[in-house]
């Protein structure tokens, strides 16, 4: 059981370049996040997935797309890579979102460096 | 205004120490409440929930104060290994989602 996976743990991209993150869980969670996290921001949400097919923008959206592949598969697609996206990206999952005691159950995180 | 707020410290304190953490949140409709912990360069991983009534797991006790809209975290005879960051976090029931402090970092000294 290995929890919530991403990869690439590292990566470095140049301004203008594409890349996906790849995130995956095997707890049977309904329910899946992306978040990025930069130095005295916190933990922003960029989109989520509630459920098998859907997805929502969170607080961060642009610049970003996603697609949940399937119920253990959530990706992260940025298009046209900017400087301002250098950041740590974690995936989360949970059971059922917005449950009362709901736990996010997190990936160990891509560090994104674009130059 | 941010919707949860924290003083980002950091809070130095020697082993065996106690130490409180306050957090501020701005939405009334906040449903549940948690702390969770990040080690340096790791994934954040959940401490405990909070309830109204409040609750503790060992040297650790929660509070939840919604009149004034806030939640407190206490660590009592300080570890060395409960040096990290400590992140407060809401959940609005209505939006299924959770709003993420920037956190308090703690460093405990021998």
């Known amino acids: 059981n290995a929890g919530v996976t991403q990869t690439p743990k590292f990566q470095v991209l140049k301004t203008g370049q594409s890349m996906t993150l790849q995130c995956a869980q095997d707890?049977?969670?309904?329910?899946m996040y992306w978040y990025r996290q930069d130095p005295g921001m916190g933990l922003r949400l960029i989109y989520y997935s509630a459920s098998e097919g859907t997805t929502d923008k969170g607080e961060v959206p642009n610049g970003y797309n996603v697609s949940r592949l399937n119920k253990r598969e959530f990706s992260l697609r940025l298009e046209s890579a900017a400087p301002s996206q250098t950041s740590v990206y974690f995936c989360?999952?949970?059971?059922?979102?917005?449950?009362?005691?709901?736990?996010?159950?997190f990936g160990p995180g891509t560090r994104l460096l674009v130059l | 205004r941010k919707e949860v707020e924290q003083d980002p410290g950091p809070f130095n304190v020697p082993e065996g120490a106690t130490v409180a953490f306050n957090c501020t949140y701005s939405n009334s409709a906040s449903q549940s409440f948690f702390w969770y912990r990040q080690d340096c360069r790791k994934e954040p991983k959940l401490l405990m929930s909070v309830y109204s009534s409040g609750n503790e797991d060992g040297r650790f006790t929660a509070q939840l104060n919604r009149a004034s809209q806030y939640i407190s975290l206490l660590i009592r005879d300080s570890k060395l290994s409960d040096s990290a960051t400590y992140l407060c976090v809401v959940n609005i029931l209505s939006t299924g989602k959770l709003i993420f402090g920037q956190g308090t970092t703690l460093q405990v000294k021998p």
């Open positions: 707890m049977n969670h309904n329910s």
């Open positions: 989360a999952s949970s059971v059922l979102a917005g449950e009362t005691g709901e736990t996010q159950y």
